[in-house]
């Protein structure tokens, strides 16, 4: 999977232009542990529950793992709400949706784009904001 920084601006979206989605797909960058809850809003207009807390299992500057209670199509997206010199929307599209135990579902997710705050202007700055500090790498 090819990344490239956010280069490409409509006001205060930033975009994140990624490549291929094969199976055979691996990690190329760091996961960091990070145990805890975020919210999420699904972007699919037949969600009848958009607003869910879920929670972050680790993350990436390109991507989370999240444990959600319902299952998430591939190729749907959902925004991240981060808190960082106020509020940061972050869009992440659904790359896996596996069942973890107690019937819930392991969701990863690569990063596409955030909207907000003038200051942030990458993706490590978004894991950055994820972390607070770095609580231990996963390796993966």
């Known amino acids: 999977m090819s990344h490239q920084t956010p280069d490409h601006s409509q006001g205060d979206l930033k975009f994140n232009h990624h490549s291929s989605s094969s199976a055979a797909e ?3 960058e760091r996961r960091f542990s ?3 809850k975020i ?3 699904s972007t699919d207009k037949s969600d009848n529950h958009p607003s869910k807390e879920v929670e972050l299992l680790d993350c990436s500057a390109h991507g989370l793992g999240l444990l959600t209670a319902d299952p998430m199509e591939v190729g749907s997206q959902f925004i ?3 808190n960082r010199e106020g509020t940061l929307l972050v869009l992440y599209t659904v ?3 596996r069942p973890a135990e107690q019937g819930r579902f392991k969701i990863g997710a690569s ?4 909207f907000g705050s003038p200051t942030m202007q990458n993706p490590q700055e978004i894991l950055n904001t994820l972390l607070n500090e770095f609580p ?3 390796k993966g």
Do not use: N, P, S, W
Request: aromatic share 10%; net charge positive.
């Open 39 to 41: 919210k999420i809003v």
């Open 111 to 114: 990063f596409d784009a955030f």
């Open 80 to 82: 991240a709400t981060l």
């Open 136 to 138: 231990g790498e996963q």
């Open 34 to 36: 990070c145990i805890r």
């Open 26 to 28: 691996h990690r190329c």
């Open 95 to 97: 790359r896996h949706c």
